[in-house]
């Protein structure tokens, strides 16, 4: 494994759990993926190609719907 995928699966684990502090106590289902894509957004400093973000929040999306139903996705 290279060391720039290395850095970039730190990345995405370290945004990932960004999103599970920031929606931990809000275990409802009215929260949307554009809340998670949001949530991205609003960082400072943050620069990166869209779709790389949107997947993101998917996949925190995903997990928080999971979490919610009692699975862990």
């Known amino acids: 494994m290279n060391v720039e995928l290395k850095s970039d699966e730190k990345l995405s684990l370290s945004l990932q ?3 599970e502090v920031k929606f931990q106590d809000k275990r409802d289902i009215s ?3 554009d809340d998670f894509l949001h949530a991205l957004y609003s960082l400072n400093n943050i620069a ?3 779709d790389y973000i949107l ?3 998917q996949v925190g999306y995903e997990r928080h719907i999971g979490i919610i139903k ?3 996705p």
């Open 17 to 19: 759990k960004y999103l």
């Open 31 to 33: 929260l949307k993926l």
């Open 48 to 50: 990166l190609d869209h």
């Open 55 to 57: 997947r993101i929040a």
């Open 70 to 72: 009692g699975y862990d």
